[in-house]
C-alpha cells in the first residue's frame, strides 16, 4: 500500500463525518449539529466500523467472499434478541441486554455455519442457502412479535429497519468500546486470520488450530455485530462491501484489511445515513434501506463473478 492510498480512507472518513454533520432540512445551526447531528454521525460511524470490522473477520476466517453478518444471520439473531429484550422491558444500557443481543448473535451465526457444514462441504452457496434460512426465520419471529406487541411496534419497527437516530451517550460508549475491543483484539491475532485465510488444512501446517482461531474470531465478530444492532438496529451490506472495497487499496493481508474495514465501514455508513436524511428531506429513509438499496446489487455482482469463476 503506498503512501498515497494511505490517506485515502482517512480522507473518505472525514468527507462522511462532514457531510453527516451538513446533511439534513434543519439547516447548519450550532444546537442542530451539537446537540442532534454530531450524537447520530457518532453512531454512524460505530455501526459501520462494527459491520466492516465483522465482515472482515467473517469473511477471512471463512475463506468467503460473500459473508457478511447480515447474510450469514448474525445481525437477524442480533435484532431478535434485542426485540425481545425491548419487549421484556430490559433497557439498553443494561449489561443483560448485550448478553442476550451477543447470545442471538452468536448462536444465529453457529446455527448458518452447521447448516451449511451438513452437506460435507462449505461451499459459497451453503452458506448463503443457510444464512438465508435462518435470517428468514428469525426476521419472521421478529414481525411476529412486533404484531403481537402493537403498542411498541411503531418506534421498533424503524429499530428494525436500521434507522441511526440520536443514541443515548451510555449505549454509545458501550457499543463503541466494544467494538474497538474486538478490534485490537482480532488485530492482535493478525497473523492466524492470515493463516485462516489460506484454509483450514494450510492453517493447520502453520502451526494454527483451526477449530479454536474459527471460535475465537467467530466471537469477536459476533461481539461487534451484536453491540452494531444495539446501537442501530439491523443494517446490511456493509460488512459484505466494505472488505472488498478497501482490499483494493490494502491488499490481503488482515494486518492492514481488518483495520481498514472499521476505518471504511465507519465512512461508508455515515455517508449512507447523510444520504437517507437529504435525498426526500423531509422526509428521511433509514439508513438500513439505504444500505439494501446500494448493497443487493453488489451482492448480485459477486455472485454473478462467483459463478463466473467456476465456470
Excluded at 454533520?21 to 462494527?50: E, M
Aim: with cysteine; glycine share 10%; net charge positive.
Amino acid at each position: 500500500m503506498t503512501k498515497s492510498k494511505y490517506l485515502l480512507l482517512p480522507g473518505a472518513l472525514a468527507a462522511a463525518c462532514l457531510l453527516s454533520l451538513a446533511a439534513g432540512p434543519a439547516g447548519l445551526s450550532p444546537d442542530i449539529i451539537w446537540n442532534l447531528r454530531l450524537p447520530r454521525t457518532l453512531a454512524a460511524l460505530a455501526v459501520g466500523a462494527g459491520l466492516g470490522l465483522a465482515g472482515a473477520l467473517f469473511q477471512g476466517v471463512l475463506k468467503n467472499p460473500l459473508s457478511d453478518p447480515y447474510i450469514l444471520g448474525t445481525s437477524a439473531g442480533a435484532t431478535a434478541a434485542a426485540v425481545l429484550c425491548f419487549i421484556a422491558g430490559i433497557d439498553r444500557d443494561s449489561p443483560l441486554f448485550f448478553l442476550a443481543v451477543f447470545t442471538g448473535a452468536f448462536g444465529a451465526t453457529f446455527l448458518s455455519y452447521w447448516l451449511a457444514r451438513l452437506a460435507g462441504r462449505l461451499s459459497d452457496a451453503s452458506l448463503v442457502l443457510a444464512g438465508v434460512a435462518v435470517s428468514a426465520f428469525l426476521t419472521a419471529l421478529v414481525m411476529l412479535t412486533l404484531t403481537a406487541a402493537r403498542e411498541r411496534s411503531f418506534s421498533l419497527f424503524y429499530f428494525v429497519l436500521g434507522g441511526l437516530y440520536m443514541a443515548r451517550p451510555g449505549v454509545l460508549m458501550a457499543s463503541g468500546a466494544i467494538i474497538a475491543v474486538c478490534g485490537g483484539l482480532a488485530m492482535a491475532r493478525w497473523r492466524a486470520l492470515d493463516a485462516m485465510s489460506l484454509g483450514a488444512q494450510s492453517a493447520y501446517h502453520l502451526g494454527v488450530s483451526p477449530e479454536k482461531e474459527r471460535i475465537l474470531f467467530f466471537v469477536f465478530a459476533c461481539a461487534a455485530t451484536s453491540a452494531a444492532v444495539s446501537l442501530g438496529g439491523t443494517i446490511g451490506f456493509v460488512g459484505l462491501m466494505t472488505p472488498h472495497i478497501v482490499r483494493l487499496l490494502t491488499g490481503p493481508s488482515s494486518r492492514t484489511l481488518v483495520p481498514a474495514s472499521a476505518i471504511g465501514g465507519a465512512a461508508l455508513l455515515a455517508a449512507a445515513d447523510a444520504a437517507g436524511r437529504s435525498l426526500f428531506a423531509p422526509a428521511e429513509i433509514p439508513a438500513g434501506v439505504v444500505m439494501a438499496l446500494a448493497g443487493a446489487p453488489f451482492f448480485m455482482w459477486l455472485l454473478w463473478r462467483s459463478a463466473r469463476g467456476r465456470a
